[in-house]
């Protein structure tokens, strides 16, 4: 097999033990699968957070298990961060057959520009980031592009319904899902008062106020 591969090793350092592995730049790993047993693995970090800058979660590659003569054909379903420091805690790969359809989530690539937004005051607003779909594994696309140009006016949107994707890829979002939009921006008014400062009239000399 071509293309990118990253080599893994069985592993057999389990629950909190694995702490020890990421203190030596190693990352543990699943490999699973449908009716697949889950096999335990393990991964140098460095070369592992060079695949995921690379594929993403939607791109097919090589997993070169230690053990095995052949490699595996597989996605990167889960990625577990360390919420503080953002470094890999744990990693799930999922392995693919090429005749079975599966499920993955797309990132949304806005492209080309908005002639509507050649206008002052306008502002583009992108509400869906992602797109869920279904599709056999070399139809899965890295990325869905979507071109700006047809927006001309304040506005006007594109929605999942939008957008041509090939006819063998089934898009789960709802058809009428918002995905980018024109609008005009809330300005406020605000008006402005003119004050003019008048120096107070002196008081006339021997006038005694009143009671």
Not at 1 to 29: C, V
Not at 87 to 101: A, G, P
Not at 187 to 197: F, N, P, Q, R, Y
Request: glycine content about 4%; aromatic content about 2%; some cysteine.
């Amino acid at each position: 097999m071509g293309g990118l591969a990253l080599k893994a090793t069985t592993r057999e350092i389990l629950g909190k033990k694995t702490r020890f592995l990421r203190r030596q730049g190693i990352t543990p790993a699943h490999l699973f699968g449908h009716n697949l047993k889950s096999l335990t693995l393990q991964c140098n970090t460095a070369e592992l957070q060079h695949i995921i800058a690379k594929v993403g979660t939607t791109t097919l590659f090589n997993l070169e298990i230690d053990t095995e003569k052949r490699s595996r054909k597989v996605l990167i379903r889960e990625i577990q961060n360390n919420a503080l420091s953002k470094k890999i805690l744990h990693v799930d790969f999922y392995q693919i057959r090429k005749t079975e359809k599966i499920k993955a989530e797309v990132p949304i690539v806005l492209v080309g520009e908005a002639p509507a937004m050649k206008v002052k005051g306008r502002l583009l607003t992108q509400n869906l980031t992602s797109l869920s779909v279904e599709c056999l594994p070399d139809k899965l696309p890295p990325e869905i592009e979507v071109d700006l140009s047809p927006l001309e006016e304040a506005g006007q949107v594109i929605h999942v319904r939008d957008l041509a994707l090939d006819p063998d890829i089934t898009v789960t979002n709802d058809a009428d899902q918002l995905i980018v939009k024109i609008s005009e921006k809330a300005v406020a008014k605000v008006e402005e008062e003119v004050v003019e400062a008048k120096a107070a009239a002196p008081a006339e000399a021997g006038t005694a106020p009143t009671d």
